[in-house]
């Protein structure tokens, strides 16, 4: 089926301008949200994959539209996978990244294991409740002091692996072309944009 519309499950705007950036090749009009005064549902699950698909099914229901939304986050390996689904609710209740860094930071003192990964869970949903949902993961270490503004989150703490930029500091075509979120999206492509 043909999507030429989608709503942005979503009220980040630096979610909504990196999805809107990975779509427009495929000529996707996208609405995020805010703009249709849609209210995000409680993220109630356990997972990434069924928060995004929770996420997506209430806002496709209530647009009448295909909807996409995004469920990512940090996962730091010596801090058993956390902040994980509570990336954004380590932020506080400003979205303070600077505050979530810091608190990353200091929950580490004392390891030395700084591994980490982003994780993406992509659900695409139809006003009917059919859902797909996608997954990407990029590997990578946590560096500070934070370096970088491009980006949003926890980007400016986060160097993937073989690399010497954290994605703070990259230029977004470079970050779209390694992250989470590129690896979920290539996965959506290939099976709903591709002819």
């Given at each position: 089926?043909?999507?030429?519309?989608?709503?942005i499950a979503s009220h980040n705007p630096g979610k909504l301008r990196e999805i809107d950036d990975l779509l427009r090749p495929y000529g996707v009009?996208?609405?995020?949200?805010?703009?249709?005064?849609l209210v995000e549902p409680e993220e109630t699950c356990a997972t990434f994959a069924?928060?995004?698909?929770?996420?997506?099914?209430?806002?496709?229901?209530?647009?009448?539209?295909?909807?996409?939304?995004?469920?990512?986050?940090?996962?730091?390996a010596a801090l058993?996978?956390?902040?994980?689904?509570?990336s954004a609710r380590w932020a506080g209740p400003k979205k303070d990244f600077q505050i979530a860094m810091r608190k990353v930071e200091d929950a580490l003192q004392?390891?030395?294991d700084r591994r980490a990964a982003f994780v993406c869970a992509l659900a695409l949903a139809w006003?009917?409740?059919?859902?797909?949902?996608?997954?990407?993961?990029?590997?990578?270490t946590l560096v500070w002091p934070p370096r970088g503004a491009a980006g949003f989150g926890y980007d400016p703490m986060f160097m993937p692996e073989g690399g010497t930029l954290t994605f703070?500091?990259?230029a977004p075509a470079a970050k779209h072309a390694i992250s989470h979120r590129a690896r979920a999206f290539a996965k959506l492509i290939a099976a709903r944009f591709k002819p």
């Open positions: 089926m043909r999507i030429s519309k989608l709503v009009a996208t609405v995020g949200a805010a703009a249709l005064g069924e928060n995004a698909a929770l996420k997506a099914r209430a806002a496709a229901g209530v647009a009448r539209l295909p909807a996409l939304s995004d469920d990512s986050g940090l996962a730091v058993g996978g956390e902040p994980g689904i509570y004392g390891k030395s006003p009917d409740g059919e859902c797909e949902v996608f997954e990407g993961r990029v590997e990578g703070g500091e990259m």
